[in-house]
Structures are given as C-alpha cells and as structure tokens.
C-alpha cells in the first residue's frame, strides 16, 4: 500500500472553493486514489474515488494527473459544515480490501 | 439497504476488566469486516479484519481480539483492559473496492 503525504491542516472560509492535495509518490499501476470524510465521533464517510484524470460527483471532484504521482480533492463552495478531516488513501483493495489510513487534513471552515 | 450497529456508544470501563464491543451488519452477505481504533486526534488504525466466518487476521500486536461467529456479526474483544486501549472503536465493511462502510462507533474510556 502507498504512502500518502496531505497537509495536516486548511483553512477556509464559506463559499470559497478547498483545493487538497495528496501526495502518492509510490503508486502502483493497479491501485485507486480514494478520499474519506471524517466528522468528529462518527466514522469516515467515503467521498470520491478515481484512477486518472477527473472525477465528479455531487459532493466533490477528484483530479488526478498523467504521472499519478499526487490528487487533489476539490470542495466547490464549502459551508461550516464541510468542517471534518479528509484522508487520502491509495491502494488496489485487493482480496481483502484493507484501507490504511494516514492522519489525515483538518479543514477547518470559518463563517 | 445496508446498515452496520455498534453497541454500545460509550463505555467507561476500569483497567483490567473485561471487554466486548459487537458489530452487526443487515443488508448484505458474506461481507468482509474490520475493526479500527482511532486515538484522540490521531488517524485510524486497522486492528483486524476478516473475510468469512472464524476468520481473523490481526494487523497490530495488542492486548485485544476478535471474533466472528456468524456472518454478519463481529465482536471485539479484552481478557483484561489497559489504559491504552482507550479510544474510538469503529466497525466497516467492506462495500466494493476500497470502499468501507462505517459504523456509528463506541468510545471507550479505561480508568
């Protein structure tokens, strides 16, 4: 499983657009870039995932260049809400689906 | 549709007493299973897992085990609770590739 790099923490203010970067630098051909959502004292919620290029659904979109070395997790227009901490993780799930969770970015998002 | 329980919601327990934290899931089959723990302000660690019944594997040496005697159900483990072991205990499955389902989480607290 990869090693992901992502800021620690982000600032942000409401109605601004939260561009994460995740860094990936030892991807392998066959694993997907995967984002969780995480609230305090609930378990992460799963976000975006995507294998090159661009992703997007009605929460986020997922950009991914050529190389895959890094993704980026954009938030259009974030609310207080979207305050929560965002894990990137890479891996190919495998038989047993295992997720490695590294510690994550603390968005933090001013009214 | 799929639903995963965890019970209870908090527990404050003293050091060296027992422990059993359970997880149910409702609404799939045959489903792999993990248990993670995740200590104040810190990223989530995979505990164990497991892809059928009576199968476990442990990810990390630890006072802690589990067990699954049916297909949907998952139990977490202590003889004998350290100080340590206090955190928030979260129960997933697994819904597709690298994608995990949460469940609400237990917050245990050793005294």
């Known amino acids: 499983l990869a090693k992901t790099t992502q800021p620690i923490s982000m600032d942000s203010y409401e109605g601004q657009e939260v561009n994460i970067t995740c860094s990936h630098n030892?991807?392998?051909?066959?694993?997907?870039i995967t984002w969780y959502q995480q609230f305090p004292s609930q378990g992460p919620r799963f976000i975006i995932q995507?294998?090159?290029t661009k992703v997007t659904n009605e929460v986020a979109s997922l950009f991914i260049p050529a190389d895959r070395k890094s993704s980026t997790l954009s938030l259009p227009r974030v609310s207080l809400s979207d305050t929560a901490v965002y894990y990137c993780?890479?891996?190919?799930?495998?038989?047993?689906?295992?997720?490695?969770f590294g510690t994550g970015t603390l968005l933090a998002v001013q009214p | 549709s799929q639903t995963i329980h965890q019970w209870p919601a908090t527990l404050v327990q003293p050091v060296g007493s027992p422990l059993s934290l359970e997880c149910t899931v409702e609404?799939?089959?045959?489903?792999?299973l993990y248990w993670y723990r995740q200590a104040a302000g810190r990223g989530l660690q995979l505990l164990f897992y497991?892809?059928?019944?009576?199968?476990i594997s442990s990810e990390v040496p630890q006072n802690l085990s589990a067990s699954r005697p049916q297909d949907r159900q998952f139990i977490l483990s202590s003889k004998k609770l350290l100080l340590s072991d206090s955190g928030f205990y979260l129960c997933?499955?697994?819904?597709?590739?690298?994608?995990?389902?949460f469940g609400p989480g237990t917050r245990l607290t050793v005294l």
């Open positions: 997933a499955w697994g819904v597709s590739y690298n994608e995990q389902f």
């Open positions: 030892n991807i392998a051909t066959n694993d997907y």
């Open positions: 995507g294998y090159k």
């Open positions: 993780l890479v891996g190919d799930g495998g038989a047993t689906n295992k997720l490695i």
């Open positions: 609404g799939t089959s045959n489903p792999n």
């Open positions: 497991s892809v059928g019944i009576g199968q």
